[in-house]
């Protein structure tokens, strides 16, 4: 990381411009020519540069892109690991001259049906310093000047105590992004601007290394966009004492947007009935923004997508919403073997909207005489007219897809309304009781197809 800082508190980026695009070039060049050499000796050669520059932490960073974007390999075909193996159980003790372990070396090649030299060069090769350069990183120094820019932004924002994004025409977008992280935020309006602000590692977990990555994951979206505004506070070691640390204001805005990468995003292809935009809500003395909005029954309904670890405390937002008149459902994405929560309906990797369509028609029903919708209550698993929904080739469709995690079947199917005992026999699976719990055993003729 590369900054400035001020005696007014404001840390400021070293950008990389095209009046020091010399270090880009000089970087380029040594990887250029260091095909077949490893790690270590092009680090040596690093050091040389360092000596000849004013700034060498550049340089240093300009090589770590390098590095992590270039293709290295063992310098041995032979698994080091199991060459290490073989060489202690023949050289029980040390050896004592080059005759000594060029005989060694000789009895191990032809243990392992290979040369002495490979032998040799795999002792050691899974050290990163061994690693051989196969293919350098093929950029522009101009692109590699706008990427050490957008790293430099990263490795600072994840030392934010708090970041603040401002922007007018993006909300929804920066607040799904902000939500599939599973990071924690706040919104608030001024004028015509909407500020939503991110507590960051330092603040929230104490600096966990995982959040903060995160939430430079984040601001790297955001700068791939337009219309944004990026304030944070930031937590630096002091340059007098080691110990102590220091708080700077840090502010980026699109004017920076030429020094930098900007990623092509692309969104998600949704139903033509799903809205991305929906309005924010005020509840509470605040504001909140749901990810996506669906009319059903004459009403515009708001959709939250909640990550499995989020989801019981979503809950209680939704009943707020809810509280105040506005129709709104929550729905839980669960990865891997991740469970299913009770009374929740669970997607699993990719959302169906062509379900929660169905299941929204299903649980609102339109009241002529007071023209309104009634919901089906949170975290229970009857639906609000009292009736018990059918099978659909919809729901089998998703009970598949949940197979053979059964205790989400069996929650989808409670949550949905419908007595999991028969709606699983009656979508093609077999089920037995083992004690006060159902399990899903197999699949009859009609699941199978």
Known sequence: MSVRRSKK??????????????????????????????????????????????????????????????????????????????????????????????????????????????????????KESNMVLVSPFNVSPDILSKKFNEEQIETVIMKSLWVEVTTKNHTNDFIRNLRTKGLLYEE???????????????????????????????????????????????????????????????????????LIVKEDVQEEQLPAFVNRNPKHIEIDG??????????????????????????????????????AGIPAEVFCLIEGREKCPKGAMCFKDAIDWWRIREYLAQIYQSSKSQNKLVPKELGQTKIANGSTPKITEK??????????????????????????????REAGFEVAWKGLRLVVTGRTSRGKE
């Not at 989808?412 to 309304?417: K, P, S, T, V």
């Open 9 to 126: 508190g404001i840390l400021r980026s070293v950008f990389l411009t095209e009046e020091n695009s010399d270090y880009c070039t000089s970087i380029i060049e040594l990887f250029s020519r260091s095909r077949g050499k490893t790690r270590g000796e092009i680090e040596e050669e690093l050091k040389t540069m360092e000596l000849k520059v004013q700034n060498p932490k550049i340089l240093r960073g300009l090589a770590l892109i390098m590095f992590r974007n270039s293709e290295f390999r063992r310098p041995s075909p032979l698994d080091s690991e199991a060459v290490r193996k073989v060489i202690f159980s023949i050289a029980r003790n040390p050896v004592v001259s080059p005759e000594e372990r060029k005989a060694v070396l000789e009895r191990v090649a032809s243990s392992m049906s290979s040369t002495s030299q490979d032998v040799d060069e795999a002792i050691y090769g899974d």
């Open 188 to 258: 608030r309006v001024e004028e015509d601007r909407h500020i939503i602000r991110v507590n960051g590692p330092v603040s929230i977990f104490e600096r966990s290394e995982r959040y903060g990555f995160k939430l430079a994951l984040f601001v790297r979206y955001v700068l791939s966009q337009d219309d944004w505004e990026i304030n944070s506070s930031i937590s630096l070691k002091s340059n007098a004492g080691r110990k102590k640390e220091d708080d700077f204001t840090y502010h980026l805005d699109e004017s920076i947007s030429d």
């Open 286 to 323: 605040g504001i909140v923004t749901p990810e996506f909005s669906i009319s059903s029954g004459g009403k515009e309904i708001a959709i939250f997508i909640s990550p499995r670890r989020y989801y019981e405390d979503e809950l209680p937002r939704v009943r707020k919403i809810r509280d």
């Open 395 to 424: 729901v089998i469709s998703h009970l598949n897809s949940l197979y053979p995690d059964d205790q989400a079947m069996v929650e989808y199917l409670d949550f949905m309304g419908i007595p999991p005992d028969e709606g699983l």
